[in-house]
Protein backbone atom coordinates (compact mmCIF):
# COMPACT_ATOMS: atom_id res chain seq x y z
CA UNK A 1 0.00 0.00 0.00
CA UNK A 2 1.45 3.66 -0.76
CA UNK A 3 -0.20 6.91 0.43
CA UNK A 4 -3.67 7.67 -1.14
CA UNK A 5 -5.30 4.26 0.02
CA UNK A 6 -8.75 5.13 1.12
CA UNK A 7 -10.22 4.79 4.53
CA UNK A 8 -12.51 2.07 3.61
CA UNK A 9 -10.07 -0.03 1.87
CA UNK A 10 -7.59 0.46 5.13
CA UNK A 11 -10.88 -0.87 7.01
CA UNK A 12 -11.54 -3.61 4.78
CA UNK A 13 -7.78 -4.50 5.13
CA UNK A 14 -7.28 -4.64 8.67
CA UNK A 15 -10.82 -5.18 9.81
CA UNK A 16 -10.99 -2.22 11.98
CA UNK A 17 -14.18 -0.42 11.58
CA UNK A 18 -14.22 2.95 10.48
CA UNK A 19 -15.13 4.70 13.00
CA UNK A 20 -12.48 2.75 15.36
CA UNK A 21 -9.69 4.12 12.63
CA UNK A 22 -11.22 7.88 13.32
CA UNK A 23 -11.21 7.16 16.74
CA UNK A 24 -7.36 5.76 17.15
CA UNK A 25 -6.14 8.99 15.39
CA UNK A 26 -8.24 10.99 17.55
CA UNK A 27 -6.63 9.60 20.30
CA UNK A 28 -3.10 9.35 19.15
CA UNK A 29 -2.57 5.56 18.56
CA UNK A 30 -2.63 6.29 14.90
CA UNK A 31 -0.93 9.76 13.55
CA UNK A 32 -3.37 11.91 11.79
CA UNK A 33 -2.83 10.75 7.88
CA UNK A 34 -2.25 13.03 4.80
CA UNK A 35 -5.77 14.36 3.19
CA UNK A 36 -6.35 14.72 -0.56
CA UNK A 37 -7.56 17.61 -1.72
CA UNK A 38 -11.06 16.98 -1.08
CA UNK A 39 -9.99 16.46 2.76
CA UNK A 40 -10.21 13.09 2.26
CA UNK A 41 -8.11 10.59 4.66
CA UNK A 42 -5.12 8.73 2.89
CA UNK A 43 -3.10 5.81 3.96
CA UNK A 44 0.00 3.30 3.40
CA UNK A 45 1.10 -0.08 4.71
CA UNK A 46 2.31 1.03 7.81
CA UNK A 47 -0.34 2.93 8.86
CA UNK A 48 -2.37 -0.55 7.89
CA UNK A 49 0.30 -2.39 9.46
CA UNK A 50 -0.34 -0.38 12.89
CA UNK A 51 -3.78 -0.37 12.93
CA UNK A 52 -3.59 -4.73 12.42
CA UNK A 53 -1.28 -4.42 15.41
CA UNK A 54 -3.94 -2.39 17.67
CA UNK A 55 -6.74 -4.61 16.44
CA UNK A 56 -4.46 -7.90 17.29
CA UNK A 57 -4.04 -5.71 21.03
CA UNK A 58 -7.24 -5.33 21.52
CA UNK A 59 -8.35 -8.88 20.56
CA UNK A 60 -5.53 -9.92 23.55
CA UNK A 61 -7.34 -7.34 25.90
CA UNK A 62 -4.62 -4.79 25.98
CA UNK A 63 -6.12 -1.90 27.22
CA UNK A 64 -5.49 1.42 25.37
CA UNK A 65 -2.83 2.75 27.39
CA UNK A 66 -0.69 -0.56 27.42
CA UNK A 67 -0.88 -0.48 23.65
CA UNK A 68 0.12 2.90 23.46
CA UNK A 69 3.07 1.87 25.51
CA UNK A 70 3.66 -1.22 23.29
CA UNK A 71 3.70 1.30 20.37
CA UNK A 72 5.98 3.11 21.28
CA UNK A 73 8.48 0.55 22.04
CA UNK A 74 7.46 -0.75 18.45
CA UNK A 75 8.38 2.81 17.18
CA UNK A 76 12.03 2.09 18.73
CA UNK A 77 13.05 -1.06 18.38
CA UNK A 78 16.50 -0.66 19.51
CA UNK A 79 15.35 -0.43 22.93
CA UNK A 80 15.02 -3.80 25.88
CA UNK A 81 11.77 -5.18 25.41
CA UNK A 82 11.60 -5.52 28.99
CA UNK A 83 8.24 -3.11 28.95
CA UNK A 84 7.23 -5.27 26.79
CA UNK A 85 7.67 -8.64 28.61
CA UNK A 86 6.07 -6.98 31.91
CA UNK A 87 2.86 -5.65 30.30
CA UNK A 88 2.07 -9.06 28.69
CA UNK A 89 2.83 -10.81 31.81
CA UNK A 90 0.57 -8.59 33.86
CA UNK A 91 -2.37 -9.61 31.02
CA UNK A 92 -1.35 -13.42 31.61
CA UNK A 93 -1.87 -13.41 35.15
CA UNK A 94 -5.82 -11.14 34.54
CA UNK A 95 -6.64 -13.81 32.19
CA UNK A 96 -5.34 -16.50 34.65
CA UNK A 97 -7.49 -14.89 37.00
CA UNK A 98 -10.51 -14.80 34.78
CA UNK A 99 -10.43 -18.53 33.76
CA UNK A 100 -10.00 -19.12 37.56
CA UNK A 101 -13.34 -17.45 38.10
CA UNK A 102 -14.62 -19.03 35.25
CA UNK A 103 -13.78 -22.47 36.15
CA UNK A 104 -15.32 -21.54 39.87
CA UNK A 105 -18.39 -20.16 38.00
CA UNK A 106 -18.78 -23.21 36.03
CA UNK A 107 -18.76 -25.78 39.24
CA UNK A 108 -21.24 -23.52 40.95
CA UNK A 109 -23.61 -23.73 38.25
CA UNK A 110 -23.18 -27.86 37.59
CA UNK A 111 -24.09 -28.29 41.15
CA UNK A 112 -26.89 -25.77 40.52
CA UNK A 113 -27.97 -28.47 37.83
CA UNK A 114 -27.17 -31.46 39.42
CA UNK A 115 -28.93 -30.57 42.89
CA UNK A 116 -32.32 -30.14 40.86
CA UNK A 117 -34.43 -33.27 41.29
CA UNK A 118 -36.63 -32.15 38.75
CA UNK A 119 -39.57 -31.48 40.87
CA UNK A 120 -41.65 -28.54 41.74
CA UNK A 121 -40.41 -25.21 41.93
CA UNK A 122 -40.35 -24.70 46.17
CA UNK A 123 -37.37 -27.15 46.63
CA UNK A 124 -35.94 -26.56 43.13
CA UNK A 125 -31.91 -26.43 44.00
CA UNK A 126 -31.61 -23.50 41.37
CA UNK A 127 -34.38 -21.22 42.18
CA UNK A 128 -32.84 -21.84 46.07
CA UNK A 129 -29.01 -20.82 45.44
CA UNK A 130 -30.10 -17.73 43.22
CA UNK A 131 -32.52 -16.68 46.19
CA UNK A 132 -30.00 -16.82 48.70
CA UNK A 133 -26.75 -15.63 47.92
CA UNK A 134 -25.19 -17.13 51.22
CA UNK A 135 -25.45 -20.74 49.67
CA UNK A 136 -23.88 -20.02 46.22
CA UNK A 137 -20.28 -21.32 46.98
CA UNK A 138 -18.87 -19.15 43.76
CA UNK A 139 -20.14 -16.18 45.98
CA UNK A 140 -18.46 -17.60 49.01
CA UNK A 141 -14.89 -17.98 47.46
CA UNK A 142 -14.95 -14.66 46.03
CA UNK A 143 -15.67 -13.17 49.62
Known sequence: MSHGIAIGKVSVATGVKIPTIRYYEQIGLLPAPPRTEGNRRTYDRKDAE??????????????????????????????????????????LVEVKDKIASLKAL????????????????????????LADHGKCKHHQHDA
Open 50 to 91: RLTFIRHSRELGFEIDQIRTLLDLQDRPDQSCADADTIARAR
Open 106 to 129: EAELERMVEGCSHGRVESCQVIEI
